[in-house]
């Protein structure tokens, strides 16, 4: 008996399923609404003598013209389009409309045919009030049939209600409240609203669309209690105004957090496919920084029919500004790295775009000069973006050598084709590890930000009639980028943990990948020549902090599910980084997102042979120590931490 009850069970289910899935036919609306007509019509005809004006005249011919306005007016106004278990305000206008303009029409051959004498022999005594009465049971008629349908297929959702997802929705602006009437609308998705949580005090205790609207000050532990809630919606256009602190609580106390964009309902037509895009929120949208946008009046025009050329392409950054370069009107892209695979990826990316630009992957290393020499003599470039470098912090510790022929050497290669090709803007992609470095990489990164603007200062010594831009941007960390800190600790949670961090108050500057990118063209391409341009990177974050909110985002407790883990500085590693140097200051710029580091400038003349020494003695990869020791000459706010080379600031300090 209990296997035939479920087999009952779920057969009224599938059942169940099915209504709801299906939508009734326009034919059939359209058909219920005229039989409407012709009832309401009928009705008045036989209980209403004394308004049908001699009952039984020409009645079959009074109901067809009747049922022949209404159905040409209802064709008019799409009274039969809309699904009916959604129907709403448009949808009962629309109803209204429509019977009026056939009422009007009735009048009006009711007019005609009682005040024309030729036509009295045909269609005799119209009442003048009689389209007007079957006017009112009409649109109640059709609006009854609306509700008792609309009425059904809610108890019908009841039953599976239970099994939705409940939801908080926040804010209660019109957004929030256009999103909670969507949700409630479209019975197929897998929510169900049940309040709204609003930053407005004022609007605590009030309701929107039958769900109270409840307080932010108030426990959103006892929320979740109350009404049995464990998640929230938040639409993008919240997502801003929002304080940072009521994420933090909102991940501290369990709620998950769900993000609401490429929201749209198209003319508010109810069959169009407008589904919001409902997703998880991602750590980067709890960073709390304000979105940055590229200015595109200011650069536009000077990529207009122009090559650029892009180093270290298929890397994180030279990927997106590919991408974003891409957008505007030039005439090639070339694309450089040494790194296949992924340039390849890149390149059949961006070929998928379907632009009319010029996409031109190139395999090479920047640090071979005949090879660079051989594609800047092709491809003639008017703009270069020089983002090639080796950029981790440990490994470069371990190889010197490496760092340089990489970060320095493919630098000045690169300027210096840039130079003689005439190329009108160089921008180099640096770091703020550059500041004040302690670590290797930091250090050679440092010294080609000396080189490529020593270059642009060469060129006004010489009076140059034409000037090619040399242009440094410095910004930090950016999320999502190649052995970030961000898609570690993803996989580490994944795998069950721990999460490994260096140290409990070690802290960053982050920037997304789009934003970094954008400030990198914008300060590329407004610069005179010779700046180094750093960005505001909102506030420094704490990696143990982040490390907390991305074990809660993924559902788990900190220390409970998934433990942290101190392993210690790596070599090279500082704990907070920085965007300017002690003797350094900033001037700002229109874009107050961008500002210009005033740094110590250096004489070409004598940075070019102790920087080719550099190079030199690190074409030997055997003599790491020697090779640091030169860095530290070149560059003496360089003090190494958490690193064996450590030793050489104490003996430079002896001497």
């Known amino acids: 008996m209990g296997a035939k009850k479920l087999l009952i069970q779920l057969h009224c289910n599938s059942i169940l399923k099915r209504l709801m899935q299906n939508y009734t036919p326009r034919w059939i609306i359209f058909t219920i609404d005229l039989v409407i007509v012709a009832l309401a019509f009928v009705s008045l005809w036989l209980f209403k003598e004394d308004i049908a004006a001699e009952k039984g005249v020409l009645f079959e011919y009074k109901l067809l013209l009747t049922v022949a306005l209404y159905a040409t007016t209802a064709l008019i106004f799409n009274t039969h389009r809309g699904i009916i278990r959604y129907s709403a305000a448009h949808d009962l206008k629309r109803i209204f409309a429509s019977a009026f303009v056939a009422t009007l029409l009735y009048a009006g051959v009711c007019i005609f045919f009682n005040y024309t004498n030729y036509w009295d022999n045909i269609l005799p005594n119209f009442n003048i009030w009689f389209p007007f009465l079957l006017f009112f049971m009409v649109v109640s008629g059709q609006f009854l049939f609306r509700f008792v349908v609309k009425t059904m297929f809610d108890l019908i959702e009841g039953i599976y209600s239970s099994k939705k997802i409940r939801v908080f929705i926040l ?13 409630i609308g479209e019975k197929n998705n897998p929510y169900k609203p049940v309040a709204f949580i609003s930053l407005d005090h004022n609007l605590a205790g009030k309701s929107v669309c039958d769900l109270p609207i409840l307080p932010v000050n108030g426990g959103l532990t006892d929320y979740m209690t ?28 369990g709620l998950e957090l769900l993000l609401v964009n490429s929201f749209s309902k198209v003319n508010n037509k109810a069959d169009e496919d407008t589904t919001p ?3 998880k929120i991602k750590i980067e949208d709890l960073l709390g920084r304000n979105p940055i946008e590229m200015n595109k009046d200011a650069i536009e025009n000077q990529f207009i029919d122009q090559c650029v050329l892009i180093t270290g392409a298929a890397g994180s950054i030279g990927s997106e500004i590919a991408r974003q370069v891409l957008q505007f009107n030039c005439k090639q892209i070339v694309l450089v790295d040494q790194a296949e695979s992924p340039l390849n990826d890149l390149w059949l ?25 051989l594609i800047f003599d092709c491809a003639k470039p008017d703009l270069v973006f020089h983002a090639a470098a080796y950029k981790h912090v440990p490994m470069m510790e371990f190889y010197p050598s490496t760092a340089v022929i990489a970060n320095v050497l493919g630098t000045k290669v690169v300027a210096d084709l840039s130079l003689e090709f005439g190329v009108k803007r160089f921008i180099m992609i640096s770091t ?21 603007q020593s270059l642009y200062f060469k060129q006004l010594e010489e009076d140059r009639r034409r000037l090619t831009r040399f242009v440094t941007t410095r910004f930090g960390n950016v999320l999502g980028s190649n052995g970030s800190v961000v898609p570690l600790f993803k996989r580490q949670i994944e795998a069950g943990g721990p999460i490994t961090v260096t140290h409990r108050d070690i802290v960053r500057y982050f920037m997304t990948i789009p934003e970094a990118c954008n400030l990198v063209l914008e300060a590329g391409c407004i610069g005179n020549g010779g700046e180094i341009y750093i960005f505001d990177m909102g506030q420094a974050i704490k990696i143990y902090d982040l490390a907390e909110k991305m ?43 961008l500002m210009i580091a005033m740094v110590r400038q250096y004489s070409f003349k004598k940075m070019l042979p102790e920087i080719e020494d550099l190079i030199e003695l690190a074409h030997e990869y055997s003599r790491p120590t020697e090779v640091v020791a030169k860095l530290k000459l070149l560059v003496p706010e360089f003090k190494s931490q958490n690193s064996k080379y450590v030793e050489l600031d104490v003996e430079f300090e002896n001497k």
């Open 171 to 183: 804010g209660a602006d019109s957004d929030s409240i256009r999103l909670a009437n969507f949700i």
């Open 226 to 253: 109350d009404y049995k809630v464990n998640t929230m919606l938040i639409y993008e256009s919240e997502l801003e105004l929002v304080p940072k602190e009521l994420y933090d609580r909102c991940i501290v106390e």
């Open 277 to 279: 895009e409902i997703k």
């Open 349 to 373: 990316e961006l070929k998928a775009k379907d632009t009319n630009v010029e996409i031109k992957p190139i395999v090479a290393n920047v640090s071979n000069e005949k090879r660079m020499r």
């Open 432 to 452: 703020d590890k550059a500041v004040n470095p302690t670590s290797v990489m930091g250090a050679t990164k440092r010294v080609a930000e000396i080189y490529v």
């Open 551 to 593: 074990i809660r985002l993924s559902g788990k407790v900190p220390g409970k599910d998934i433990k942290i883990v101190e392993i210690g500085l790596r070599p090279g590693e500082k704990l907070y980084e920085e965007l300017l140097a002690n003797s350094e200051n900033a001037l700002p710029t229109y874009n107050k997102k």
